[in-house]
């Protein structure tokens, strides 16, 4: 008896569905894990639009799927292209996540030796997969960046420039530039004290006032500094005379009385205070100073740009109480406990008296503030700052315009004050500088007025 072999129609439809689904599912899985579609994710960081003779890039670059193949970094400027960096991951792996999900590095490059000119230039930043897509070259993602290169230094003028300055000391600098879209400024022992337009109908001509603090003893490093968008750097160094200052001493007694009539004001806004009440003052005269003369000196990073005084500053009248840059050691049952630096002039008048603008200006600050008390600081701009503290009242509020001699509080007690008086400070650029000077019109009209007369009129 025979057997035929040869399917019938219905066998012959499900072998070939059968088949037909078998080369789905194999192709699927094939493609998903080979040919995966996701991109990289290129990410390029911290590249200025200006760039100097030394080219910084940052980048990083993330694929969470097959993994990252290859990054290149390159620059390209007319007919000039480079690579400035490349690299190319090995094969860790037959599927799944075949190279690294992440790379970031910082690229350095000079201009100059890569052959690149002042003018525009494209950074292009390039990461591959390794995907099978794209005929087997992967994913790409392509990312570009426009930057001008600009390797000429601003050009500084000098002017005019302080002679002679003490430790507490102001003095000015004048200077030309070409350029206003930089940094700019006069550096004193490294601090940057930034310049200000001296005449709004010249702008390239530009004013830094510049402070010395009380505890300097000597001027290490003193230049006009100008750094331009792309980090080329311009310093004029010029030379001012240091005139050494005597150190004055005092000494304060520190009463248990003293300690029980000002210690719940400071716990009511410090509440971490602990310990006895000693070691409460303690905190107060020292993390709490520290604490306020941080928030003035925060508080005078942003002045005017504009010159709102004129003239010398205004004195209140009264008998002086304490200096300035006075060294005070303090005393708690004959016993010697703290060291302080006075940085301002104690005033007393009567009591609760009135308290006036020493000039022009715009209120930066109005409230509490520790040792100080209800201080007002006021911006007379261009780095320039008044500070009225121990305040019974305040009359003015943060951003209000206060006119010379406007009153603007009363005298008082409060912070750590031991009897109704002002203390009174200036500031340049958040350095504590003396107010005799500033009181002084002649010493006014000798360092800055006829100076600035003699040149603010300079044609370029």
């Known amino acids: 008896m025979a057997f035929s072999t040869r399917r019938g129609p219905s066998s012959s439809r499900f072998f070939y569905g059968l088949l037909f689904v078998v080369l789905a599912i194999v192709g699927t899985t094939v493609f998903v894990l080979f040919f995966e579609m996701g991109k990289p994710v290129v990410n390029v960081e911290k590249v200025s639009d200006h760039i100097g003779r ?79 897509w794209g005929w087997f070259s992967g994913n790409k993602t392509v990312v570009t960046k426009e930057v001008k290169v600009d390797t000429e230094p601003p050009r500084v003028e000098l002017l005019h420039n302080e002679k002679y300055i003490s430790p507490g000391g102001t003095g000015i600098a004048i200077y030309r530039l070409n350029d206003q879209e930089i940094v700019h400024g006069v550096s004193i022992n490294g601090r940057l004290n930034p310049g200000f337009v001296l005449d709004e109908g010249n702008n390239e001509v530009y004013i830094s006032y510049f402070a010395l603090p009380y505890d ?66 303690l905190f107060t005269n020292n993390e709490v100073r520290d604490r306020n003369n941080a928030k003035i000196s925060e508080l005078c990073r942003t002045p005017l740009p504009k010159r709102m005084w004129r003239g010398s500053f205004s004195r ?77 009242q305040m009359n003015v509020a943060p951003g209000d315009t206060v006119d010379q001699k406007t009153v603007i509080g009363l005298t008082g007690i409060t912070g750590m004050a031991g009897g109704d008086h002002l203390h009174f400070a200036m500031l340049v650029n958040g350095v504590f500088v003396t107010p005799k000077e500033w009181w002084d019109q002649h010493w006014v009209d000798v360092t800055i007025e006829e100076p600035i007369k003699d040149l603010k009129n300079l044609k370029p």
Request: hydrophobic share 35%.
């Open 54 to 132: 030394k080219g910084i890039i940052n980048y990083s670059v993330r694929d969470t799927k097959s993994g990252l193949r290859s990054v290149t970094v390159s620059s390209s400027q007319g007919e000039v292209k480079k690579v400035l960096h490349a690299v190319t991951f090995p094969r860790t792996s037959s599927t799944g996540a075949i190279g690294p999900h992440e790379d970031a590095s910082e690229v350095t490059f000079d201009t100059k030796t890569e052959g690149f000119k002042d003018g525009p230039m494209t950074i292009t930043v390039e990461a591959r997969d390794f995907s099978m």
């Open 216 to 281: 300097a003893e000597k001027i290490e490093a003193l230049a006009v500094k100008a750094v331009d968008k792309a980090g080329n750097e311009t310093s004029v160094t010029f030379s001012s005379i240091f005139q050494k200052v005597a150190q004055k001493k005092d000494s304060i007694s520190v009463s248990d009385s003293f300690l029980q009539e000002k210690l719940p004001e400071f716990q009511q806004h410090y509440p971490e205070m602990k310990g006895d009440s000693v070691a409460m003052y």
């Open 316 to 392: 209140m009248a009264g008998s002086s109480r304490a200096g300035f840059a006075d060294h005070r050691t303090y005393y708690y049952q004959d016993k010697a406990i703290d060291n302080q630096v006075h940085l301002g002039m104690d005033i007393a008048s009567t009591q609760r008296a009135e308290v006036r603008a020493a000039n022009s200006g715009q209120v930066a600050f109005a409230g509490y503030l520790g040792i100080y008390g209800n201080l007002i600081l006021v911006d007379h701009g261009q780095g320039i700052f008044s500070l009225y503290s121990h305040l019974s």
